[in-house]
């Protein structure tokens, strides 16, 4: 049956106090105003007519004497009498003495109040007009409570229901259904009940023809698409009774914000929805009595990130098992997904878990459900609805990108965290880095009630990091208990490069933090040392690092190149001795022979000259190669070390090669001491060079052997890059390709007597990737090159400058209390703890930066990121169990018992605070704890509607 459209549809009319029996009438001329109805129990208070109550409007319902009249009656709201009257056309006079046929109740009712009880008068008001602080909420049922898919509707890459639970699947499904309550009407005979709404509406909501297991779906659904814009969709009701109330149910199949389809088929679902209760006669479309509601959808709303965590979820992973140690019972590991991809470890980035709650139908505070809203990746990583979806615990994905669209990074998780609450913002507001999708973001913002923003987007310009996220600058840390009166449960960290610098060029003297000296090394592992060259060996074969000793390489040619009798003269340090090439057991007193053989190869000559050196002088050969070379070194450090070793040659074809002394001064080092394996070259001739280590000796290395290819990198001594020589920085390795440092099999360039270097048992690594395939190259970088870095120091400058306009962004964001800002901040990195400080709500923790500086000083956009494991990016699961990133940053362990900029997190957050190895499972790939974790956290005990008073906007 075709019923009117919604502007004919006549209002409900206002409640009234008086009984049916005590109803006064008045009566009018056509063309009149209409006079205000009033009732001897409630004087003063008018009754609204229904549009076409006008006598001259009337119809009448059959041919002959027979018309309907509709006037108001009380109690309740939507109350008629139906009249009949003897005299056609129409006599006003009549109606007083009209007799009553019936009186009819049209009413709907729902929780205007939100105590989770439908009250008959307390309900009334502005049951058609919900706004911030009363109106009816319902959820988006997204949880599992029957079979294994989503109660209400799962929903494809479109954002369209891949399917539908058309009916109430579980008993446990029944506390997320909102109930509607249709009145008892009073009498029933001849009348005909609908229920109707607006087909944008009914697509979005499922209405159940009972709140209790196993009812059917009695309107609503997808279905309801197919219909055009504006067209009403009706369904009769059955079941109204004239004496007893009539229960039904309904939940929403989306969150407010929700978009599917695309184009022309693109269509958004503003959260709130109309219901009209409608009586007919039977037989008829003319309504005779309506009431209509307004429901809102409750708002997805994030979790503060101070409420205990249930769970902190993160895939199960090569470099896992230490994450999840850390946070103990509470972790959740999830397997790797089939198609893993380096951004699937990421958990935070898939979903961004909050919660919705609305009024417990059972009067017993509020019920809600946990709700993992998944992110607009590329493709949808499957786990959340694998491990995740369960009883209050839902799970919503929001529609992907459209096809061949790439992944827009600003629409992942870690760009969406929660300010803690302030008077004025009671539920905290969501912080986001400016440039996600214009869909995200007004998904975002679309979580309002009445209107009013309860958790109102700040948006901040974070264009100058590679990823783009806040929480690679900001994250929120529950304060733990007791706290100093007056003091925030929570502190907000923020990111500090200035900090950084200071701790680099002079330390905190304040915290008893001594500046590092410059011949440390950052980002190694076990020991480390650090020394001067004396000078380096480059040949066909090898590449060898000298300190302290007198050193040198003999290229031997072949036996054929040689006469009997020729001599080489070498000393040890102590003696001297004359070794003579013999061809015919004939050799001159005292030298010692070299037998040789006419056709001996070169690589003969040298393996016996090598053999009769070693066995009579104090000298080590390192390497007797192929080609004819060995090296000599002696094996004492000091004076008599450094004495030469060849002091004459015979033959100019015996190519002898830096057989000198080292340092008078130096005592040289015994690289056997210690497994080095890794040697930076940081200042002097060769500067920028890093190598792996393939041998140890008393005072050299060897960096080279032909089974170890590659093994030597040569970058600039430094750290950022500037625009006009992108690519030379170490920065430009990171995590890109392996341009701008040349690979190489032994020394680029060989160091000199004036070159430092340090070397260290073990070298962190970035997994970058050259034209021959992937490397593991070394990031051990000296502090001296940090320091003195000019380029680095402007690039910190510049991210200070831009993260201190996100902190006053941040302190604007959450307004005043007593005339001040609430969140304060002293500006003072020193002071920062959780043991009190009441003048600053801020902890500035120290975090390096690595980028491409501008021209004009700004960071290139999209170019920075974190050198070392960002402190900022760390997950709490409470007070007592907060992990942080180690961050490996010099002079290590074995030196200052915590690295540098540990030792300064831990004075400011407390010595509960974990500390973590993630560089390889996550700082490697570009992020750290809080990227690789998604908490689901405790939702607030208050009703979340509570507060609003106070604060919403």
């Known amino acids: 049956m075709e019923l009117p459209l919604f502007p004919e549809i006549v209002r409900p009319l206002p409640a009234a106090a008086a009984t049916a029996n005590q109803a006064g009438v008045s009566t009018w001329s056509a063309g009149r105003a209409k006079p205000a109805l009033e009732f001897p129990s409630n004087p003063g208070r008018p009754l609204r007519w229904m549009p076409g109550s006008d006598f001259t409007r009337h119809r009448r319902v059959a041919a002959g004497a027979l018309t309907v009249v509709l006037v108001a009656v009380g109690p309740a709201s939507g109350a008629v009498r139906l009249a009949q009257m003897s005299t056609s056309p129409l006599d006003p006079a009549s109606i007083a003495t009209a007799p009553a046929a019936a009186t009819v109740r049209a009413d709907l009712d729902v929780d205007t109040n939100r105590n989770g009880q439908i009250e008959d008068w307390a309900d009334e008001e502005l049951e058609d007009a919900p706004g911030a602080t009363s109106g009816a909420l319902f959820l988006a049922n997204c949880d599992r409570d029957g079979t294994e898919r989503i109660d209400a509707a799962a929903l494809d890459a479109e954002g369209r229901p891949a399917f539908e639970s058309r009916s109430v699947e579980s008993l446990h499904d029944v506390r997320d259904l909102a109930p509607l309550l249709v009145r008892a009407t009073g009498a029933a005979a001849g009348i005909a009940w609908w229920l109707r709404m607006r087909a944008d509406d009914a697509r979005a909501v499922h209405v159940f023809e009972g709140r209790r297991q196993g009812a059917a779906l009695l309107m609503g659904g997808f279905d309801a698409a197919s219909k055009a814009p504006g067209e009403i969709v009706a369904v009769p009701l059955l079941g109204v009774s004239e004496k007893s109330d009539l229960e039904l149910a309904i939940e929403s199949l989306y969150l407010p914000g929700h978009k599917s389809g695309r184009g022309k088929q693109e269509w958004e679902f503003d959260g709130e929805v109309e219901l009209e209760l409608v009586a007919t006669l039977t037989g008829s479309s003319t309504p005779i009595a309506t009431d209509r509601v307004r429901l809102q959808v409750a708002p997805f709303l994030l979790v503060p990130p101070t409420q205990p965590a249930r769970r902190i979820w993160m895939q199960s992973n090569d470099g896992s098992a230490a994450l999840a140690d850390a946070f103990g019972g509470v972790a959740g590991l999830v397997e790797q997904d089939p198609a893993d991809a380096a951004m699937y470890r990421f958990f935070q980035d898939h979903v961004e878990i909050g919660f919705a709650a609305m009024p417990d139908a059972g009067g017993a505070g509020w019920h809600g459900m946990h709700i993992a809203l998944q992110t607009p990746l590329v493709p949808l990583p499957a786990w959340p609805g694998r491990e995740l979806l369960a009883p209050d615990r839902g799970v919503y994905r929001w529609r992907a990108p459209a096809t061949g669209v790439a992944t827009n990074a600003c629409d992942m998780g870690g760009n969406l965290e929660l300010i803690p609450p302030s008077p004025a913002w009671p539920l905290g507001r969501v912080l986001i880095g400016a440039g996600m999708s214009d869909d995200f973001l007004s998904f975002l913002r679309a979580q309002r009630i009445g209107g009013a923003a309860v958790q109102g987007p700040v948006l901040v310009d974070l264009g100058w990091l590679r990823v783009g996220h806040v929480d690679e600058i900001v994250n929120f840390l529950p304060t733990p208990e007791p706290r100093a009166v007056g003091a925030r449960p929570f502190k907000v960290v923020i990111a500090q490069p200035g900090y950084a610098l200071q701790l680099l060029r002079e330390g905190d003297p304040r915290r008893g933090l001594p500046a590092p000296a410059d011949d440390t090394a950052a980002f190694v592992i076990g020991p480390q040392a650090a020394g001067r060259a004396s000078n380096a060996l480059r040949t066909t074969s090898s590449a060898l690092l000298f300190d302290g000793v007198a050193h040198g390489s003999i290229h031997c040619p072949s036996a054929a190149a040689l006469r009997d009798g020729e001599t080489v003269s070498v000393h040890d340090g102590k003696r001297r001795l004359v070794f003579e090439f013999d061809f015919d057991a004939a050799t001159t007193p005292d030298n010692v022979a070299v037998a040789l053989?006419?056709?001996?190869?070169?690589?003969?000559?040298?393996?016996?000259?090598?053999?009769?050196?070693?066995?009579?002088?104090?000298?080590?050969?390192?390497?007797?190669?192929?080609?004819?070379?060995?090296?000599?070194?002696?094996?004492?450090?000091?004076?008599?070390?450094?004495?030469?070793?060849?002091?004459?040659?015979?033959?100019?074809?015996?190519?002898?090669?830096?057989?000198?002394?080292?340092?008078?001064?130096?005592?040289?080092?015994?690289?056997?001491?210690?497994?080095?394996?890794?040697?930076?070259?940081?200042?002097?001739?060769?500067?920028?060079?890093?190598?792996?280590?393939?041998?140890?000796?008393?005072?050299?290395?060897?960096?080279?052997?032909?089974?170890?290819?590659?093994?030597?990198?040569?970058?600039?001594?430094?750290?950022?890059?500037?625009?006009?020589?992108?690519?030379?920085?170490?920065?430009?390795?990171?995590?890109?390709?392996?341009?701008?440092?040349?690979?190489?099999?032994?020394?680029?360039?060989?160091?000199?007597?004036?070159?430092?270097?340090?070397?260290?048992?073990?070298?962190?690594?970035?997994?970058?990737?050259?034209?021959?395939?992937?490397?593991?190259?070394?990031?051990?970088?000296?502090?001296?090159?940090?320091?003195?870095?000019?380029?680095?120091?402007?690039?910190?400058?510049?991210?200070?400058?831009?993260?201190?306009?996100?902190?006053?962004?941040?302190?604007?964001?959450?307004?005043?209390?007593?005339?001040?800002?609430?969140?304060?901040?002293?500006?003072?990195?020193?002071?920062?703890?959780?043991?009190?400080?009441?003048?600053?709500?801020?902890?500035?923790?120290?975090?390096?930066?690595?980028?491409?500086?501008?021209?004009?000083?700004?960071?290139?956009?999209?170019?920075?990121?974190?050198?070392?494991?960002?402190?900022?990016?760390?997950?709490?699961?409470?007070?007592?169990?907060?992990?942080?990133?180690?961050?490996?940053?010099?002079?290590?362990?074995?030196?200052?018992?915590?690295?540098?900029?540990?030792?300064?997190?831990?004075?400011?957050?407390?010595?509960?605070?974990?500390?973590?190895?993630?560089?390889?499972?996550?700082?490697?790939?570009?992020?750290?704890?809080?990227?690789?974790?998604?908490?689901?956290?405790?939702?607030?005990?208050?009703?979340?509607?509570?507060?609003?008073?106070?604060?919403?906007?």
Request: proline share 5%; hydrophobic share 40%; with cysteine.
């Open 597 to 953: 053989k006419r056709n001996d190869v070169a690589a003969d000559v040298s393996a016996r000259l090598s053999a009769a050196i070693v066995e009579n002088l104090n000298l080590v050969v390192a390497l007797s190669e192929a080609d004819g070379t060995f090296i000599l070194a002696n094996r004492e450090f000091g004076t008599q070390g450094n004495q030469p070793i060849i002091e004459a040659v015979a033959n100019e074809r015996l190519v002898v090669r830096g057989m000198v002394g080292g340092e008078a001064e130096s005592q040289g080092r015994d690289f056997t001491k210690q497994d080095w394996r890794i040697v930076r070259i940081f200042d002097g001739q060769g500067k920028g060079q890093i190598a792996s280590v393939t041998h140890r000796y008393k005072g050299f290395l060897n960096i080279y052997s032909p089974k170890h290819s590659n093994s030597v990198f040569q970058t600039a001594s430094m750290v950022a890059d500037r625009e006009a020589g992108f690519g030379n920085g170490l920065q430009h390795l990171l995590y890109g390709a392996l341009t701008g440092a040349e690979a190489s099999d032994r020394w680029i360039v060989e160091p000199g007597g004036d070159s430092a270097y340090i070397v260290a048992t073990e070298a962190l690594t970035w997994h970058t990737r050259g034209p021959t395939g992937a490397y593991g190259f070394p990031t051990m970088v000296s502090i001296s090159e940090l320091k003195h870095d000019a380029s680095l120091a402007a690039l910190n400058d510049s991210a200070q400058r831009n993260i201190d306009r996100v902190r006053a962004a941040i302190i604007d964001a959450m307004g005043e209390t007593g005339g001040h800002p609430f969140l304060r901040d002293d500006g003072e990195p020193g002071d920062d703890s959780l043991c009190g400080d009441l003048d600053d709500d801020f902890i500035r923790l120290p975090v390096l930066f690595a980028g491409v500086l501008a021209a004009d000083g700004s960071i290139q956009p999209r170019s920075a990121e974190a050198l070392a494991p960002n402190l900022v990016n760390f997950q709490a699961s409470d007070p007592a169990h907060v992990v942080f990133p180690r961050t490996h940053f010099g002079p290590g362990v074995e030196v200052s018992g915590l690295d540098l900029f540990e030792r300064a997190a831990r004075l400011a957050v407390g010595e509960g605070a974990q500390f973590i190895d993630e560089w390889l499972t996550y700082h490697d790939r570009v992020g750290e704890v809080h990227c690789a974790t998604a908490a689901e956290r405790e939702p607030p005990a208050m009703a979340w509607w509570d507060p609003l008073p106070g604060g919403s906007r």
